[in-house]
């Protein structure tokens, strides 16, 4: 089984802080992926990256990088946390085409 | 470019009725199909996917959903809803052939079962 998991389920931080979210997988796959999801907003992509220190912006990439300096992390980083980036954040992989595997989120307030 | 459309944020049935969570897609090739589902504080897990093999696909938990191309839709279904089965689904497409092919996904529809 595809294993992911992301380094805090919860995380409560202050405006200004740096954060940082990290996601291991453990199946080799080549692309990795960072969402955050809000209610009635469903799953908005921030980052991608579909190999070793390679990454793509998704639909929000405003106000995070990312970093992927191994296969197996993925690194999102909240360079000065604001009140806005309140939100559950997932972390998910991909081989190929196929279904893309999540891990179990981190549920991130920014006071 | 490719959507997602799931009808209904909030579906709600009694224990026991059928379960019927819609989607719909557009998409100019034919996609990979995908239906997750969420329980509280959770990730998502996969249910089901369609790549292009039979067009009744069975999943976990008692979950099938049915292509079809005609009416481009991918609709969930299960017979008798179970306490259990209360979550989000969210359904999700693909375009095999795209340049990354980035799963796109549905804002989700919250099911409630009742007693």
């Known amino acids: 089984d595809v294993k992911v998991t992301q380094s805090s389920r919860y995380l409560v931080k202050r405006t200004g802080e740096k954060v940082f979210l990290e996601c291991v997988q453990d199946?080799?796959?080549?692309?990795m992926f960072w969402y955050r999801q809000d209610p009635g907003l469903g799953l908005r992509l921030i980052y991608f990256?579909?190999?070793?220190?390679?990454?793509e912006k998704g639909d929000i990439p405003e106000g995070y990088s990312v970093s992927r300096e191994k296969k197996e992390r993925f690194s999102l980083i909240l360079e000065s946390a604001s009140t806005n980036q309140t939100s559950m954040y997932l972390c998910?992989?991909?081989?190929?085409?196929?279904?893309?595997?999540f891990g179990p989120g981190t549920r991130l307030t920014v006071t | 470019a490719q959507s997602v459309t799931q009808l209904g944020s909030h579906v709600s049935v009694s224990e026991g009725a059928l379960v019927l969570l819609r989607c719909n897609y557009s998409s100019s090739v034919p996609p990979y199909l995908f239906w997750y589902v969420q329980y509280p504080n959770q990730g998502l897990q996969l249910l089901l996917k369609?790549?292009?093999?039979?067009?009744l696909v069975k999943g976990i938990n008692g979950f099938e959903a049915e292509f079809k191309k005609s009416e481009t839709s991918f609709h969930l279904t299960k017979p008798s809803a179970h306490m259990r089965d209360a979550a989000e689904y969210f359904c999700a497409v693909s375009d095999p052939e795209g340049s990354q092919g980035n799963l796109i996904f549905g804002k989700g529809t919250k099911l409630s079962v009742k007693p």
């Open positions: 990256s579909y190999d070793v220190k390679m990454k």
């Open positions: 199946m080799d796959h080549e692309n």
């Open positions: 998910a992989t991909r081989q190929g085409y196929y279904e893309q595997y």
């Open positions: 369609y790549t292009s093999a039979a067009t």
